[in-house]
């Protein structure tokens, strides 16, 4: 995807209906073959992955799934597999999300559920983030241990497709998100970090992404001011017309 930015939508538990999921995924496909200089992810809930998909290839919009299961198939009741989001063709899917670390999932857990991703041949968006900030800068400790271990046993051949995103836990949900300075900083952290554990080169490819109360009116200045690769947008992604006028802002970035 070079250097295009990287917008993705995480619908969570939204919308009520197929009929809605398939109304926005339209809208924002349609709004997304426009763009010049961004893609677009959306991440609906597993029953509307297909409703939101369409026959015809979309330019610049691919479909990612909220989660995976660990396991590959089989006896489990209720899980959904890597593959089958594949095959409805979700390219994509986010792991590690706060709200599944804090239901149970661990840097293990999500480790297993990154293989699975990738040997379905999809992306994993990986989500890291800290639970608060102190003088100290535990947070920092935090952030370089959830990127370790969520990736370890990860091939360095196969991190062109792993993207981070960082996503302080206070600011998911919240009115305002953390500081473009703030956002920097860890964004360049996570990059380091990332780096570290894969070589300079891997480093300096992997997209990092913020997340945390990005809306359409915040969304260029974090990415010009945080200078991050992209997004990672939950209630404003089902909102419209507040997805369509962020996609149109973050595309007006040179
Ligand atoms: P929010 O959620 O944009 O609603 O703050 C972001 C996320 O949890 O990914």
Redesign the pocket.
């Known amino acids: 995807m070079s250097s295009r930015k990287l917008i993705v939508g995480?619908w969570?538990m939204h919308p009520a209906s197929a009929e809605d999921a398939k109304r926005i995924a339209r809208r924002a496909r349609t709004v997304a073959a426009k763009l010049l200089r961004t893609n677009v992810v959306i991440c609906p809930p597993f029953p509307f992955i297909f409703a939101a998909s369409s026959r015809k290839p979309a330019a610049n919009f691919r479909l990612g799934a909220q989660s995976v299961s660990i396991e590959e198939t089989g006896a489990h009741t209720g899980q959904v597999s890597a593959g089958m989001v594949r095959s409805l063709g979700a390219e994509y899917a986010?792991v590690g999300?706060?709200?599944e670390r804090a239901a149970g999932d661990t840097d293990q857990i999500i480790s297993r559920k990154i293989a699975r991703i990738l040997d379905a041949g999809m992306t994993a968006i990986v989500?890291v983030g800290d639970g608060s900030r102190t003088e100290d800068g535990a947070h920092f400790d935090h952030i370089k241990n959830q990127i370790r271990d969520s990736l370890a046993g990860i091939p360095a051949e196969k991190t062109s497709r792993i993207v981070l995103?960082y996503?302080p836990i206070w600011?998911?949900?919240?009115k305002e998100?953390m500081s473009s300075a703030d956002i920097h900083e860890t964004a360049i952290f996570v990059k380091k970090t990332f780096a570290d554990i894969f070589g300079p080169e891997a480093g300096l490819k992997v997209k990092v992404l913020y997340?945390?109360?990005?809306?359409f009116r915040n969304a260029a200045e974090i990415i010009q001011a945080g200078q991050v690769d992209g997004l990672?947008?939950?209630?404003?992604?089902v909102n419209m017309p507040g997805f369509v006028e962020l996609l149109k802002a973050v595309d007006h970035i040179e």
């Not at 600011?171 to 919240?174: E, H, L």
């Not at 997340?211 to 809306?215: D, K, P, Q």
């Not at 990672?232 to 992604?237: A, D, K, Q, T």
């Open positions: 995480n969570k986010i999300h706060s709200e989500c995103a996503e600011a998911i949900g919240a998100p997340g945390g109360a990005v809306n990672l947008v939950g209630h404003e992604s």
